[in-house]
């Protein structure tokens, strides 16, 4: 019996083979096409998305900032960041706000003084920030230095300890809440009037100097100050519900100008889209707008939240990829260089 089971495996393995070499016999054979009588054309007639006007220029030495601008090549990235440039000229030689929302990164590369020169100079009419934006800057204010080594401070359980931080930042938050401010307003008032040495570095001093908008957007739990016993949740709560309002409001007047996302990643590109949600569910006419994201990798959120999703009706949007400390003083020269 075993044998005859055997012996039909066998032959259906074969009948199986005849047909498949059957199949390969039977399939049809190809040659190598001829291209003999292909149509062609003139390259001296055809469009093309480059020419030689387009390349970039040499740069002389000694030679302006002008010069270098003018000699960038006509193509993507470059052409990107001329268009920003122009936009935020356009936008406030039309009185119309350019707001940066930011996530700490640039203060900790030291940028703050180029953000502050663009304050003075009426190029940024309203800050949005994130909470971490706080802690750095008042650290730098105070000490004239901030970021700890975490991972070192983090295995003995002091990371985000330091007391002057932790009950400077809060008390702040706590008695400018009291006075029916925001979270922006209070550290601003806080940093301007007491006894810091580096206010002038502050975004959030110069802001209150200046009368303008500073916002500051809390998640509770990620900011080292929520870490010690001066915390009051209540307080952080109302002061950063103050600050969304204040910046719906901010955005509710945006037609016509430029939002600036530069190196948050999840929290203003958030903040902002509702923000925006609630200017246009209000009746404000909020569309012809230009909406920038500066960072050195391009993540979900601002592509979506703030670039593509604002825009899809109306307005322009363009991502600048690189590093901050190398982009933003570039477009902050070239728009203090075309505004003259």
């Known amino acids: 019996m075993k044998e005859n089971d055997e012996s039909r495996d066998r032959t259906v393995k074969i009948a199986h083979l005849l047909i498949f070499y059957g199949k390969i016999k039977s399939m049809k054979k190809y040659k190598p096409i001829s291209l003999k009588s ?8 055809r469009k093309s998305k480059v020419s030689v006007q387009s390349f970039a220029g040499i740069y002389d030495k000694g030679g302006s900032f002008r010069s270098f601008l003018d000699k960038l090549p006509e193509a993507y990235a470059a052409s990107d960041l001329k268009s920003v440039v122009s936009s935020i000229v356009s936008a406030r030689k039309n009185k119309r706000p350019v707001i940066l929302g930011m996530g700490a990164h640039p203060i900790k590369l030291g940028l703050s003084p180029i953000i502050i020169e663009l304050m003075k100079k009426g190029v940024i009419t309203a800050l949005a920030l994130n909470g971490a934006c706080a802690v750095h800057d008042f650290e730098v204010s105070l000490a004239g230095h901030t970021s700890e080594d975490v991972a070192k401070e983090l295995c003995t359980g002091s990371f985000g300890m330091s007391k002057d931080t932790g009950r400077g930042v809060n008390l702040a938050i706590n008695k400018g809440v ?11 008032e806080y940093i301007t009037k007491g006894n810091f040495k580096n206010k002038g570095l502050s975004l959030f001093a110069n802001a209150y100097t200046l009368n303008i908008p500073i916002t500051v957007h809390v998640a509770i739990g990620t900011d080292i100050v929520h870490m010690h016993p001066e915390a009051d949740g209540s307080a952080i709560g109302k002061g950063s519900m103050s600050d969304f309002r204040l910046l719906a409001s901010v955005i509710s007047d945006l037609e016509g100008g430029v939002y600036i996302n530069l190196g948050s990643a999840v929290v203003l590109p958030e903040v902002f889209l509702k923000a925006l949600n609630v200017a246009r569910n209000l009746g404000n006419k909020v569309e012809n707008i230009t909406t920038v994201n500066m960072d050195f990798i391009q993540h979900y959120r601002p592509k979506e939240n703030v670039l593509k999703r604002p825009t899809i009706k109306c307005g322009q949007n363009y991502a600048l990829t690189g590093h901050h400390e190398i982009m933003f003083p570039l477009l902050a020269a070239a728009v203090i260089e075309e505004m003259g």
């Open 178 to 188: 009291k006075k029916g401010y925001g979270i922006g307003k209070a550290l601003g």
């Open 38 to 45: 292909v149509k062609s054309y003139s390259l001296c007639e």
